[in-house]
């Protein structure tokens, strides 16, 4: 560690305040059990960005758009992606960028859940660690501050996992008699 990360922490530790990413702080010990290119995606702070590929499909019904649109769901979409993540102590903001549409949410850690805002729309989740990473589990949903039942969004899954030594993601929303929402999958370079 350098001198300045170490005078920094060792500051911030006297100080009270938890140096730990967002992720660290809700996985504790369980972290250092995450596949390397998750742990070091999750793991920093500050203005990243990181650069991949993938697909995004979206519902075809008027209802299906409507309800994307206002939770700022991605478009249809196949090529490059671009992911950037401010993370510091109070959480991160995550802007992903499908071609010329955008995905902007803001995620922040409390009673050990991740809560993202998207839109109007707050959802609360457990991670779970498996074999190849994360599953993120819905606990709640709010939209304009009222909860919905959590049954309408039985058909919403998060998967955060490690192929080949790359990060990869596959992520679905589909809300009953609505049908799909949106489904995007791919994976990022994370680098060094």
């Known amino acids: 560690m350098s001198g300045l990360a170490s005078a920094r922490s060792g500051s911030e530790q006297a100080s009270g ?8 702080r809700i996985l504790g010990a369980d972290f250092e059990r995450l596949p390397a290119s998750l742990r070091a ?9 990181y650069a991949g590929e993938a697909e ?5 019904g ?16 196949a090529g490059a992606i ?12 995550w802007i992903r960028r ?22 109007p729309m707050a959802f609360a989740f457990a991670l779970e660690l498996v074999d190849d990473g994360l599953i993120w589990r819905l ?6 501050g009222m909860a919905l039942p959590l049954s309408w969004f039985d058909g919403m899954r998060a998967h955060e996992f490690e192929r080949e030594g ?18 995007y999958h791919g994976w990022l370079t994370i680098g060094d």
């Open 166 to 183: 790359r990060y990869r993601f596959d992520v679905r929303a589909a809300l009953p008699g609505i049908g799909l929402l949106v489904h």
């Open 82 to 93: 671009e992911v950037e993540i401010d993370a510091g102590r109070h959480g991160e903001t």
């Open 56 to 60: 995004a499909s979206r519902g075809a």
């Open 17 to 24: 305040i938890d140096a730990r990413s967002l992720y660290q």
């Open 139 to 144: 606990r709640s949903v709010r939209a304009l």
């Open 98 to 119: 499908f071609g010329h549409g955008a995905m902007r949410s803001r995620l922040r850690e409390r009673d050990g859940l991740i809560h993202e805002r998207l839109g």
């Open 62 to 77: 008027w209802l299906s758009r409507l309800c994307g649109g206002i939770a700022g769901l991605p478009p249809a979409h």
């Open 41 to 49: 995606l999750h793991a920093r702070d500050g203005v990243r960005r």
